[in-house]
């Protein structure tokens, strides 16, 4: 800082004059305008913004299918995956089993619920290693994937847990890549979720916690393509919502949307 700040200024500040004392003072004053205060937390992300009352974890697979193969693939999983979601002896469901109809081509997506967090994880990993039935279903399936990759997430807080629902239904599922340094600020997103609960479109939302980190996933359940469109313009016709985009875009780095079509066995028509 230079002498040239005139002692009066400081002096108005409260700052003491003491010989070259006050300069040092005022130094760390004005450098005290340029740094942005951070508030000490006293908990993890996850336990800030998940819901407390139960201990569900979800997995969210991406496999990318070999375009000849997509057909043989979608039949291989319907005729395993559903055995997994309705036997009692697997603490896991499956939410939701799609293909992208746009965004990735021949790509499958499937949404696991774990209830009894990383333990039943565990239980269901130890379990399907002994089922002969879905270690077959694996090798096959690996002879028709391009690449795979999965996150393990948990819900949001202010959002509903994803149930069962008649169809036929289109599903958009929305993913978001945040800014690090903001991600304690998406509390503001909860205004938004209230607003477009309206229409009951609305399905789950989930933050990674294993895979890639500070990520955001919106499910989204429409008629069609134009009911999107036309939910969506709506929700710029109610109070808040302008309000709400203007404080969540800046938390976004990158962000993409895909369209889904239900396979026939999912859950999420």
Known sequence: IKYSLSTSVFLRLGLIKQKRG????????????FVRKVIPRKDAHSHLLAKKEDNNLYKIQFHNVKPEC?????????DVLPSIHTDPEYPCELVGTWNTWYGEQDQAVHLWRYRGGYPALTEVMNKLRQNKKFME??????????????QLL?????????????????????SYQLRVT?????????????????????????????GSLYTVHHLWAYKDLQSRED???????????DEVVYYTVPLIQHMESRIMIPMKTSPLK
């Open 137 to 150: 279903y694996r090798n096959e399936r690996g002879k028709m994937l391009l690449s795979r990759r999965n």
């Open 182 to 210: 903001l991600f304690y600020e998406l509390q503001n997103w909860a205004r938004a979720i209230e607003i477009r609960q309206q229409n009951q479109e609305a399905v789950g939302g989930f933050f990674s916690q294993i």
């Open 70 to 78: 997509l057909d043989a693939y979608n039949q291989l999983c319907e």
């Open 22 to 33: 006050w300069i040092i003072r005022g130094a760390f004053w004005f450098k005290s305008l």
């Open 154 to 174: 948990l819900e949001f807080s202010f959002w509903n847990e994803p149930v069962p629902r008649p169809g036929p239904n289109i599903y958009e599922l929305r």
């Open 231 to 241: 939910t969506r313009n709506a929700a710029w016709q109610r109070d808040g919502w």
